[in-house]
């Protein structure tokens, strides 16, 4: 059977994919999913947001570690993204 965690964890792979391009990858189709659910009145500010993933201090051992999603440019979309996704799990 197949973990939640599953939708979170990524490979140094889609983390290189996404630093290159927002919009590409895993990380970028997961985040297009939600940026679709979005509620009407945040739509027309999500042209204007910059998602990025730094690294969660203290969330790291030897076989992964932590990425914390933030997005700049309005924090009413992060805060809305975050509901979805808190994080993402590196795997190393």
Known sequence: MFSP???LTISKYDLITFQD?????RVGVILN????ELPFKLRKYARFITPC???IEGFEDQNVKGYE???VGNKKIESF?????PF?????
Do not use: Q
């Open 5 to 7: 965690y599953n939708l």
């Open 21 to 25: 391009n927002p919009e590409k990858g």
């Open 33 to 36: 999913m939600i940026f679709d």
């Open 53 to 55: 993933l730094n690294p």
């Open 69 to 71: 999603l933030n997005i």
């Open 81 to 85: 993204v975050r509901k979805y996704i």
């Open 88 to 92: 993402f799990i590196l795997r190393k």
